[in-house]
């Protein structure tokens, strides 16, 4: 069972992920202690996890899938969400629930979700780092 935990001081001292206290429709999380945020990396293609995203044009901003609980759900897709940090980890929002791939762009001004595995005509966007979003819409 693998885990998660963040450093703030170059390694000295590693802590869980704190998870957020609601989920992305606002609702409290409750979780059983010890409960913590585990964040996904990419391993390779045949689990095709995007790896955890940040940027140096979107300094504190970092995107990637995960899983609240006592320790990393490796194949359990059912229980992935998309996370966000605006602080550079230290406090997580939930952004969107299921699997999704994710992009930001234009120095971290604007996000764009798109479903994991289902052809998609359309792509989620926000410029406010996921706090509201826009659904666009591909026609053919």
Known sequence: RGYT???????GEWTPVTPPA???NGLPITCNL??????HMYIDESHGFQPILSQDTAPGIIMALGNIGESLNRYDYSGLRLYIS??????WRELYSGYKEFQLLNYGVFTAVVDKWIPASY???SCDEGYHW??????N
Do not use: A, Q, R
């Not at 935990?5 to 390694?11: E, L, N, T, W, Y």
């Not at 010890?34 to 964040?39: D, V």
């Open 5 to 11: 935990v963040i450093s703030f001081d170059k390694g």
């Open 22 to 24: 609601t989920d992305s």
């Open 34 to 39: 010890p409960c913590s945020l585990h964040l």
């Open 86 to 91: 605006d602080n550079g980890g230290v406090i």
């Open 123 to 125: 792509v989620l966007s």
């Open 134 to 139: 826009e659904n666009y819409t591909f026609t």
